[in-house]
Structure formats: structure tokens, C-alpha cells
């Protein structure tokens, strides 16, 4: 088996696998997703289906859903979201490895660090749009497409593991 291979599968595609999972279970489990309702599909507003969920609407879901959406629901949505998610830690994780004590944790509160952490932020937003071209700096990967496949292949049997997972359940608490 090709090593690319086995990296993209452990790196990329069982964590998306995991990951979507999570989120179609708990999308399941809230009541947004529903078996007549195709995934993509979730998030949109019931009663005018070309248009997505309200403002309103997205403050009633999950935090993570919320942001889900925000970055397009769907698998680019998914995946946005997860980028975000490793940028924000990763640089959290370096801040606190960095941090030289007490005053470094006082320095945050000034209005120039409060500020930077805002524009970081956006930044870190654009990023995770642009997940399919932050990954490669990442990961070195030798062939693109196999990444991206494999990707595509832990969300889609990620969120067919939840469905089922969750019909079992049902099934089962009859």
C-alpha cells in the first residue's frame, strides 16, 4: 500500500470520519437532521428552502453547528470548521508554551493584544475557507487527490455511521 496513502488515511480521513460523526449524531440527537432530510440540506430554512437558516435560527443550534454552517454546511463546511479549530488550538498551544508568566497573561488584556487576537481571528477564518490550501503546508503529501478523496470518504462514512448509529438507538429503545 502506498505510504501517502496510509498518512492521508490516519492524518485526514479517520479524524474527518470521527469528527463528522460527532456532528451528524449530535445534528441527529437535537433534532436538526431528520431521515427525509438530505445532509446538505439540514441547515436550510423549512418554510423558503433556497435560503439557509436566519441569524436567529443559527443561535439556537450548538456552538460548533452554528459555526458549521457559518462555514457553508456540507463537507466544505465540515472541514472549514475543522481547520479553524486545529489553527485556533495549535496557536493557543504555542501561545501557552511560549507565555513567560503572569505578565504575559496581563499583556493579553491590553487593548492592542485584544485587538490582534480579533484580526488573528478573521485571519484564521480565511484560512479555514482556504482549508484545501492550508493542509499542504501541514502534511507533506505527495499526491493532493488522494488526501482530498480519502478526506471526502471519512465524512461520508462518518455521517452514514451516525445515521445508522442513531436508528439503532431507536430501534433498540422500543
Do not use: C
Not at 74 to 99: D, K
Not at 142 to 171: D, P, S
Amino acid at each position: 500500500m502506498n505510504m501517502d496513502l496510509v498518512k492521508a488515511i490516519f492524518y485526514a480521513g479517520l479524524p474527518v470520519q470521527t469528527f463528522t460523526f460527532l456532528m451528524v449524531y449530535y445534528a441527529y440527537h437535537k433534532g436538526y437532521l431528520s431521515y427525509d432530510v438530505n445532509i446538505r440540506d439540514v441547515f436550510k430554512d423549512k418554510k423558503n428552502p433556497d435560503r439557509k437558516l436566519s441569524k436567529t435560527n443559527k443561535k439556537n443550534l450548538l456552538f460548533l453547528h452554528s459555526k458549521w454552517i457559518t462555514f457553508g454546511g456540507g463537507f466544505y463546511g465540515l472541514l472549514s470548521l475543522l481547520t479553524f479549530i486545529y489553527i485556533e488550538l495549535e496557536q493557543t498551544v504555542q501561545f501557552l508554551m511560549h507565555a513567560t508568566g503572569l505578565q504575559s497573561f496581563i499583556n493579553l488584556l491590553s487593548f492592542n493584544a485584544i485587538l490582534g487576537m480579533i484580526i488573528e481571528s478573521f485571519i484564521n477564518m480565511i484560512k479555514a475557507l482556504l482549508w484545501f490550501s492550508y493542509w499542504p503546508d501541514v502534511f507533506e503529501m505527495q499526491n493532493i487527490a488522494t488526501w482530498f478523496i480519502t478526506t471526502y470518504i471519512g465524512y461520508r462514512f462518518g455521517a452514514h455511521l451516525a445515521q445508522r448509529y442513531v436508528l439503532h438507538l431507536e430501534k433498540s429503545s422500543k
